[in-house]
């Protein structure tokens, strides 16, 4: 996708701060935190939303999981906890359309969001 901004970033076309990568899956800081800590979990294929997530991505999405579950060990959040969120569609605030999951952590966060 010659114009989304997070494919520029898996092509290496924009700078990020990466924190993982791999074959298929990306992992950076967000650009404005809202959190301490704020990553956001891409999976490196152009998938707009979780509208468009296939029956052919179901490992995609189950490692996008097992990531943030990995990260949040190695960050030591295993006792504090941290939240996993995506974003979809315009009542979401999904901005961008190239489907990523927000990890957030560092602080006590409210439910329900706003
Ligand atoms: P959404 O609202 O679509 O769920 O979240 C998009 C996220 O992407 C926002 O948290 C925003 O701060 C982040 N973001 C937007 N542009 C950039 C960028 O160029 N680099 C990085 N690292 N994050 C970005
Ligand atoms: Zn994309």
Redesign the pocket.
């Known amino acids: 996708m010659e114009d989304c901004?997070?494919c520029?970033?898996v092509k290496k076309e924009?700078?990020?701060?990466i924190v993982s990568e791999d074959e298929n899956i990306l992992v950076?800081?967000?650009?404005?935190?809202?959190a301490p800590v704020?990553l956001?979990l891409i999976p490196k294929k152009h998938i707009p939303s979780l509208l468009e997530l296939q029956e052919d991505d179901r490992d995609l999405a189950g490692n996008i999981q097992l990531t943030a579950t990995r990260l949040a060990k190695e960050m030591g959040l295993a006792e504090s906890g941290f939240r996993l969120?995506?974003?979809c569609g315009r009542d979401?605030?999904?901005?961008?359309?190239h489907i990523?999951y927000?990890f957030l952590a560092g602080r006590a966060m409210k439910w329900p969001p706003g």
Do not use: E, R, T, W
Not at 14 to 17: T, Y
Not at 28 to 34: E, G, I, T
Not at 92 to 97: E, F, R
């Open positions: 901004l997070f520029k970033i924009i700078p990020a701060q950076f800081k967000d650009v404005n935190p809202q704020h956001l969120v995506c974003n979401s605030g999904q901005l961008v359309y990523h927000h």
